[in-house]
C-alpha cells in the first residue's frame, strides 16, 4: 500500500515563505519521478513541480519558476517544496503525487493560504 503524506502548510503573508514535505511510504522511493501539484477554489489541478528519482532534474510551472524549488531525500522517502515570494494566488491545497506503473498516487494535501 503506497501511502503520501503531506505537512507544511499554512496561512502566510504575501512575501513569506513555506516549505512542503511529503513523506512517502513506498518501497523503492528513489526509483521513482515525485511531484506537486496544487487545486484552487474553482480551478483544475496543475503540476507545480516535478523531481526525477536521482534528482538530477527538475520542472516547474512557469508561474512558479525563480520562486519556488523541489527537493527530495530518498534516505528519508522525503519530497519536499520550497516556497518563497508567495503570492495571493499560490493559495490552494498542494498535493504530493507520484506514478507506479499505470497507477498514480496522491497525498491527502495540504492547504496554503497567502493572505494578508
Known amino acids: 500500500q503506497v501511502q503520501l503524506m503531506e505537512s507544511g502548510g499554512d496561512l502566510v503573508q504575501p512575501g513569506g515563505s513555506l516549505r512542503l514535505s511529503c513523506v512517502a511510504s513506498v518501497g523503492n522511493f528513489r526509483f521513482y519521478v515525485l511531484g506537486w501539484y496544487r487545486q484552487a477554489p474553482g480551478k483544475q489541478r496543475e503540476l507545480v513541480a516535478a523531481i526525477t528519482p536521482g534528482g538530477s532534474s527538475t520542472n516547474y510551472a512557469d508561474s512558479v519558476k525563480g520562486r519556488f524549488t523541489i527537493s527530495r531525500d530518498n534516505a528519508k522517502n522525503t519530497v519536499y517544496l520550497q516556497m518563497n515570494s508567495l503570492k495571493l494566488e499560490d493559495t490552494a491545497v498542494y498535493y504530493c503525487?507520484?506514478?507506479?506503473?499505470?497507477?498514480?498516487?496522491w497525498g491527502q494535501g495540504t492547504q496554503v493560504t497567502v493572505s494578508s
Open positions: 503525487h507520484t506514478k507506479i506503473g499505470d497507477i498514480a498516487y
